[in-house]
């Protein structure tokens, strides 16, 4: 069974840091484009990063930029994003997803086929 598996939500303080991870469970990190996404309450779901299968490029939602980082680990087949000053409109489920007929600029405008369980993100004030 393809699986998306997400770690590492909490609760973290309005300017700290959080980083949740994404590892695959019958699926190969390594071969495609990935993405992370996240929805709060009420919200559509809204991609914030995207990283190219090489890793080589990245790109972020303008809400996110400049404060969160996607990257991945070869060796260890896992997707991160490192969430620095955060503020309490980040309060999400944060997923990551991918389609295997993505390039990493995809992620903008259309919606992956495969995602995770997700993992929640609280930011208190």
């Known amino acids: 069974q393809v699986q998306l598996v997400e770690s590492g939500g909490g609760l973290v303080l309005a300017g700290g840091s959080l980083g949740p991870s994404c590892a695959g469970s019958?699926?190969?990190?390594?071969?495609?484009?990935m993405g992370w996404a996240r929805q709060a309450l009420g919200e559509v779901p809204e991609v914030v990063a995207a990283?190219?299968?090489?890793?080589?490029?990245?790109d972020y939602a303008d809400s996110v930029k400049g404060r969160f980082t996607i990257s991945r680990d070869k060796a260890e087949n896992t997707v991160a994003l490192q969430m620095n000053s955060v503020k309490p409109e980040d309060t999400a489920v944060y997923y990551c997803?991918?389609?295997?007929?993505?390039?990493?600029?995809?992620?903008?405008?259309?919606?992956?086929?495969?995602w995770g369980q997700g993992t929640q993100v609280t930011v208190s004030s």
């Open positions: 997803a991918t389609d295997p007929f993505f390039a990493y600029g995809n992620f903008r405008n259309k919606r992956p086929s495969v």
């Open positions: 019958g699926l190969t990190l390594n071969h495609y484009a």
């Open positions: 990283i190219s299968l090489t890793g080589a490029d990245t």
